[in-house]
């Protein structure tokens, strides 16, 4: 999957075909500063240093954020094509797609592990 904003607009290209998630772009970077201040509270939180392990684990984090997140508004603009208002596409959006994030998420934190 490769993303790219051109003039403002964001365009998610998956497979070969490209979907123009609109005036987007500012929603998906959004999830960015909050995912990083999440994970240095969490340092904080549990005494830990900030090295070059826990760098690339912020790095890895942030992508999952950002994926998710056009996953999350690609799927609320596709409602909002039909006859949903914004409020109840954002809310059947959000039902719908949380279980495929939280799998992709899990899946790449226990692939992160190391196993014993």
Do not use: F
């Not at 998906?28 to 070059?52: D, E, F, H, Q, R």
């Not at 996953?71 to 596709?78: C, G």
């Not at 495929?100 to 790449?108: G, H, W």
């Amino acid at each position: 999957m490769v993303n790219t904003a051109i003039l403002g607009r964001c365009w998610c290209t998956d497979h070969g075909g490209a979907v123009q998630l609109g005036d987007s772009a500012a929603d998906i970077m959004l999830s960015v500063p909050m995912a990083g201040a999440g994970a240095l509270l969490l340092l904080v939180l549990t005494g830990s240093s900030l090295n070059i392990v826990s760098g690339i684990g912020m790095i890895l984090l942030i992508s999952i954020v950002v994926r998710n997140a056009i996953l999350l508004i690609d799927y609320t603009l596709k409602l909002r094509a039909g006859v949903l208002d914004r409020r109840l596409a954002l809310q059947e959006a959000g039902a719908r797609r949380l279980r495929p994030i939280l799998m992709t998420s899990l899946c790449t934190i226990l692939g992160c592990c190391r196993w014993r």
